[in-house]
C-alpha cells in the first residue's frame, strides 16, 4: 500500500498563487506516476495534472497557470498554482499509481485525503 500526505492548501485571492505538496510513504517502489485531481460538479474527480519519468499532463483550463514537478528521491509531487482564479476553489486530491493510464477512479490508483484550496474574488 501507498500512502499520501498532501499539504499547502489555503484561502488565497485572486491573482494569488499556492503550492500544494504530496508526500508518499509506504510501497513507493509501486508508484511510477503521480497527479493532482480535483472534484467536478457532478462529483467526480477530475485530473488536473501528472507526471511519470517520461510525460507531463497539464488539464487545459490551467495550462499556463500550473505546473507539476516530482522529487522521485523524496517521492514528492508537487503542484504550483499561479494566476488563480475563483474557479479553482476546490478540493485538491494527489494520487499515484503504477502508470499514468491507471491514475484515476476505477483504477488501482492510492489517494490522499484532499487539500481545501479556496480562492476568492
Known amino acids: 500500500q501507498v500512502q499520501l500526505v498532501e499539504s499547502g492548501g489555503g484561502s488565497v485571492q485572486a491573482g494569488g498563487s499556492l503550492r500544494l505538496s504530496c508526500a508518499a510513504s509506504g510501497s513507493t517502489y509501486l508508484v511510477g506516476c503521480m497527479g493532482w485531481f480535483r472534484q467536478t460538479p457532478d462529483n467526480k474527480r477530475e485530473r488536473v495534472a501528472s507526471?511519470?519519468?517520461?510525460?507531463?499532463y497539464v488539464h487545459m483550463s490551467v495550462k499556463g497557470r500550473f505546473s507539476i514537478s516530482r522529487d522521485t528521491s523524496k517521492n514528492t509531487v508537487d503542484l504550483q498554482m499561479n494566476s488563480l482564479r475563483p474557479e479553482d476553489s476546490n478540493i485538491y486530491f494527489c494520487?499515484?499509481?503504477?502508470?499514468?493510464?491507471?491514475?484515476?477512479?476505477?483504477?488501482?490508483?492510492?489517494w490522499g485525503r484532499g487539500t481545501q484550496v479556496t480562492v476568492s474574488s
Open positions: 507526471i511519470d519519468h517520461q510525460y507531463t
Open positions: 494520487a499515484a499509481a503504477r502508470t499514468c493510464p491507471e491514475l484515476g477512479p476505477g483504477h488501482n490508483a492510492f
